[in-house]
Structure formats: structure tokens, C-alpha cells
């Protein structure tokens, strides 16, 4: 299946998104105002502009949005500013949080990056806001409810479980188990789950990890394969410019990717890559054309500052410069 096929088809997919929701804030701050506060002593960061984009599972649901998809997601937005903020990004960029549960009793999962005003780059330590706590019973709850209504409507189902914490974020035990059991109750259903430090704990679904979170996950197996220990239909290990593993019931397949010279920005490559691969699958194509069609998708991205997407006619043009 050509990316000319897979495009034609993913338009107007209804795509679902569930995990940890998070709000992108890109602060410029300018060196030369860095004057010491008089009563600390201690130099400031003089923001002089700031943008706003949904990030985490809110860079899934983007790529998604770029390439003509329907999206909605289900996770937690706090009753905060950030997440006010969160709320006018997600409307912005066409992204449906109906599901999206407002709680104040979690605060919205928040990075905040630093970028000087006079090289362009990151430079600073990222400001993240970040919860330790169990995730309350009552917003548990409520996201489990938001899984389950959103599920019936859509066609592919992304889980971006990205919280590094040791408690994790709002992909709960409960919300796991919950994935897992619909999943094996739909099982013609594209349910593509991306988890950073938890993927082992997944059954029945695709997962994405990298090279690195594939070792870990498959060490804490206690020596079992990780495809078979999670009933995964498909485990796809990312390998940078190696390209990707797709790792099957007959196997596995090394699927290349074109190298690209000096990447701009990686953040965010997994996300969109996710974004592009699941889709491709819902749309009907084999498993080594989406994961060849995540690949190109994410070498588009990380040509950009930040985390972007691809749109269509940029997928296109990669994909006749990759033929050529």
C-alpha cells in the first residue's frame, strides 16, 4: 500500500487517543534581562513570549489531525490555569476532549521548556508539573467511564502511557486492565499503545517501544518473550536511523527507514511515528507498509523545532524523494 493509498484512506478516521494528556509551554526568555532579584540574589529567566500546544498524548492526537484523521481524547485536564490553557490548544487544533475529565484534584501534566530568545535553543532546565500521587478513585472513575463511551465510536485506538513516575500517570492498573479487555472484545480494532517504563503490563494490544524501553520491559519478563508474555498481535521496537523491528507470530522483519541527515529536533519522533503507523494499520495496510509509513512520517518531524507533524502534501513529497 502506497502513502498516497494509506492518506486517501486515514482521511476522516475516527481516531481515539487515551493516556497522559499534557500541556507544551514554550517560553522564549531573553539573556539580557537576566538581572538578580534584590531580595534573593539569585539571577532571573525573563520570559518575553510564551506559546502554547497540547503535548504527550496531545503530540499523538495532533499528528493524528495533520494527516486527516477525527480525533478525541480521554485523559485528565486539572482545573488550572495550564489547564485552561490545555482546553483552548485542544480546541485549536480540532481535537475533541468531550471524554477529557476536569478534575481539582490533579493538576494538569505540564512542561514548561526554555528557549533563549537569541540562539533559538533549549538551554535551560524544563519546568515540568508533574503529580506523585495515587490518581484519585473518584477522577479514576470517571476516566474509566470516558474510556468506555469513547471507545464505541472510533476506529483505532492510540494509548500514550508516557508518565515517568513510579506511581505512573492516569494509564492506572484499572485503566490498563480495561484497554486490555476491550481490546480482546474488538479484536479487528487497530489498539496501538506506546508505554514508556509499563509496556510488559499490557495484553492484547500492538506495542510500540523503542529499542531501550523493549530491553527493560522484556528484562522485567523475568525472561519471557515480551510478545508473547503481553498477547501482543504485533511489538514494533523502534530503532532510530536503523529503521524499525516488527516482531510477529511467524517472526520478525527489520523495516529500514531513509537516514536523515542532522535532524532538527527529535522530541516528539515516537509520538508522530505512532500517530502515522497505527493509522496506516486501520486503514488497511500490511504491518511493514505502516511501520514503513510511521517512519516517514517521523522523518518529516524532526526536521522542525518542537514537536510538529506532517501534513499530506509533505508526506507525499517525502515519500517520491524516498522512491526516487
Given at each position: ?27 522564549i526568555?531573553d ?16 520570559v ?51 471524554n ?43 476516566v ?44 479487528g ?23 531501550d ?13 515480551l510478545?508473547?508474555h ?38 516528539g ?13 486501520a ?39 524516498h522512491?526516487?
Open positions: 500500500m502506497t502513502a498516497a493509498e494509506i492518506l486517501s484512506s486515514v482521511r476522516g478516521k475516527r481516531a481515539l487517543v487515551i493516556g497522559d494528556i499534557c500541556l507544551d509551554r514554550w517560553c526568555y539573556p539580557s534581562l537576566a538581572e538578580h532579584s534584590r531580595e534573593t540574589g539569585i539571577p532571573r529567566i525573563a518575553i513570549e510564551t506559546g502554547v500546544t497540547p503535548g504527550a498524548a496531545g503530540t499523538v492526537a495532533n499528528n493524528l489531525v495533520a494527516l486527516g484523521a477525527e480525533v478525541e481524547v480521554v485523559g485528565v485536564i486539572g482545573e488550572d490555569g495550564h489547564g485552561f490553557e490545555l482546553v483552548g490548544a485542544l480546541e485549536r487544533g480540532a481535537i475533541g476532549s468531550k477529557a475529565v476536569r478534575s481539582s484534584m490533579m493538576p494538569t501534566f505540564t512542561y514548561t521548556k526554555l528557549i533563549n530568545s537569541e540562539t533559538s535553543e533549549e538551554d535551560r532546565p524544563r519546568v515540568d508539573f508533574v503529580f506523585t500521587r495515587p490518581v484519585p478513585s473518584e477522577v479514576e472513575r470517571a474509566l467511564a470516558g474510556v468506555r463511551e469513547a471507545w464505541r465510536r472510533n476506529e483505532v485506538v492510540l494509548v500514550s502511557d508516557q508518565a515517568e513516575t513510579h506511581l505512573g500517570g492516569i494509564v492506572t492498573p484499572r485503566v490498563r486492565e480495561l484497554i486490555g479487555e476491550l481490546a480482546a472484545g474488538h479484536p480494532r487497530v489498539v496501538w499503545v506506546d508505554s514508556r517504563m509499563r509496556a510488559e503490563l499490557f495484553r492484547n494490544v500492538i506495542l510500540k517501544c523503542n529499542q524501553e523493549a530491553a527493560a520491559a522484556s528484562s522485567r519478563c523475568e525472561g519471557s518473550d510478545r508473547r503481553t498477547a501482543a498481535p504485533l511489538l514494533v521496537v523502534t530503532k532510530g536511523k536503523e529503521g524499525a523491528l516488527l516482531i510477529h507470530a511467524g517472526g520478525e522483519d527489520l523495516i529500514p527507514t531513509t537516514p536523515v541527515a542532522n535532524p532538527v529536533d527529535i522530541c519522533a515516537g509520538d508522530s511515528f505512532s500517530a502515522g503507523a497505527a493509522l496506516a494499520l486503514a488497511g495496510a500490511s504491518p511493514a507498509d505502516a511501520v514503513f509509513f510511521g517512519n516517514l512520517i517521523a522523518s518529516i518531524t524532526i526536521m522542525k523545532k518542537g514537536t510538529g507533524t506532517a501534513s499530506p502534501d509533505e508526506v507525499l513529497r517525502a515519500a517520491s524523494r522512491s526516487s
